[in-house]
């Protein structure tokens, strides 16, 4: 059985490894470059069952990095589901990842990223 996080940040940590698993040529890993030339925001929005139900650019200067990043999630569904962090009648969740581009266009995200 897959873990079940009960924390919002246990759960962006589950759901970054599942789309790195998922995107693992559009990644890279170790130290992150000095000056990052790409930063994308994502609004992420999860049901209950795991499906996305939207994802949308938050904040982001370079559109290149956008598209990596809305299709690299939209590659990785459906995600973890995020059954402990719901309540009542509440079917879904929305939070944010941050994508950490280098040169060539591949990145991390914040949830797993070390120091810079």
């Known amino acids: 059985m ?3 996080s009960r924390t919002l940040d246990a759960y962006k940590t589950e759901v970054a490894q599942h789309v ?3 995107n693992s040529g559009q990644t890279f890993s170790g130290r992150l470059p000095p000056m990052l030339p790409a930063i994308v925001v994502l609004n992420i929005t999860v049901r209950d069952d795991g499906e996305l139900e939207e994802v949308k650019v938050q904040r982001s200067r370079d559109d290149d990095a956008s598209q990596v ?7 990785s569904g459906p995600l973890p589901r995020p059954v402990h962090l719901l309540a009542g009648n509440v079917r879904k969740l929305t939070f944010s990842e941050t994508f950490l581009f ?5 990145f991390q995200l914040r949830s797993l990223a070390g120091p810079q």
């Open 69 to 75: 990043a809305l299709a690299s999630m939209r590659r």
């Open 2 to 4: 897959p873990p079940t």
């Open 102 to 106: 280098n040169e060539q266009y591949r």
């Open 20 to 22: 790195m698993r998922h």
